[in-house]
């Protein structure tokens, strides 16, 4: 289920939604399957997207058998390759600028976050 709490600024809830879908959708495409859950936080300048549920089957395999460094190698290096797609998606659907772009998962508890700076309005 992929989910926005509503946002407290001019961008709204609406933004906050689409905001978790393109992401989802995007991890999905280059992982093969997207969390289940996101969502969105928008705070002035800065969006943060909350992931649950992120790991593929493949992953926590590897997880199990003790090679959770590798697993969290992998997907910095697939954030790495997706930070384009991730910026451009969030600058279209906020109409903004991205100006910083940082990104973590952590194994147990199954979460990553996906955030970005924005330049203030009008910049």
Not at 42 to 49: F, R, T
Not at 80 to 88: G, K, R, V, W, Y
Request: proline share 4%; glycine share 6%; hydrophobic share 40%.
């Amino acid at each position: 289920m992929v989910a926005s709490y509503p946002a407290d600024d001019s961008l709204g809830g609406a933004t906050a939604s689409s905001i978790s879908n393109m992401v989802v959708r995007l991890l999905a495409e280059y992982t093969g399957r997207g969390p289940t859950r996101a969502r969105t936080h928008i705070s002035d300048d800065l969006v943060s997207v909350v992931l649950q549920d992120t790991l593929t089957k493949a992953e926590r395999t590897l997880v199990n058998r003790g090679q959770a460094d590798l697993v969290l190698h992998t997907r910095k290096t697939f954030q790495n390759t997706m930070s384009e797609d991730l910026i451009a998606g969030v600058e279209e659907l906020t109409g903004r600028k991205v100006r910083a772009f940082l990104s973590s998962n952590h194994i147990d508890p199954d979460v990553a976050i996906e955030s970005f700076l924005l330049e203030p309005p009008g910049a």
